[in-house]
């Protein structure tokens, strides 16, 4: 076996993966040639063919040798077409040909006959529309098409029913089709760094969904049916305009006559008894709830202020989280300005976090 046959799997030791022979590793080899002269003799047992980082501009229709290829990583390279002959292989799972000058005469044709393809990354090259042949690879779990120019994604993606992450972050996109939603199985999407000025509401029927990035959008507003998502868990805002007006128009209904009577009794600890006060009085006054600012002792009744707190996960994802405060006063905004600090996760805020009982936390919701 030559030198530079090795495993790309950093668990395995140099000896060991120097051995593995159905690993051709050229990755950072300097080469502008794809090397086929050097592993055409391996073409049966190779699983794995890294050629990434260097200067290759064109893979060999000849490619359709190495018949039980299952990954391929062309990423980084120049290169400018890929050939119809890669269509031959019937057990490529994994192709990576993320950083190169592809565009949209780069692929074949019949792309999607593709048999096998579960994971797919054209991030990084030069896509101005997204590859309409996509739609048709049926196999398709995982699908990178960031750092292009696209305009648009055509109704055609709900083609792809098997899709679980579909990353389009980085492109120039100024609508989503509704067809998005069919996409059941999707469990992450993202659409950071576009030029998206709204959401389809038809995102509401992605009920997998756990994470939807949108940072650094032109959005306004979000469907509100977005609560419904209910395994959602992260969410990244930041960089829309959204994000400052919501925070700003935050209301407050003044308490009623009642509720404010109320909350002076218990904020000063009156002494009452069944026999003072009518039952329903007695309902109410057990209805209290604390106020959730950690230095107020205050109570409230059904007049609460919604404030959404904003938790930064080292600038990657921002989650607003909703509690209720017993008055506008009581926001953390009023009491120090801290909230766009992007330190680590929990420091800042963590004094109020724990204060936080899990079941009055919700997960965020704009609407
Ligand atoms: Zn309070």
Redesign the pocket.
Known sequence: MRRTLRSKRSGMSETESNNDPRVAMYSRQGIDVFPFDDIIEHKERLAIIDVSRNNIATIPASINNFVNIIELDLSTNRIVKLPDELLQLKHLRILTCKNNHLNGDSLPKDFGSCPALQTLNFSGNLFLNFPVQLTEISSLRVLHMGGNRMRDIPPEIEKLVRLEHLYLGGNHLVTLPPNVGNLQKLLSLVLCDNRLASLPAELVQLKQLRSLSLHNNHLTILPPEIITLTELCELSLRGNPLVVRFVRDLTWNPPTLLELAARCVKNNQVHYTKEDLPGEVMLYLDSARH?L?PK?Y?VYFNARVQHVKFVDFCGKYRLPLMQY???PE?SPASRRSSSESCSSSEDADSEDEVQVPRNKLKKVLLG
């Open positions: 106020c600012n107020c205050g405060l017993c008055s009581c």
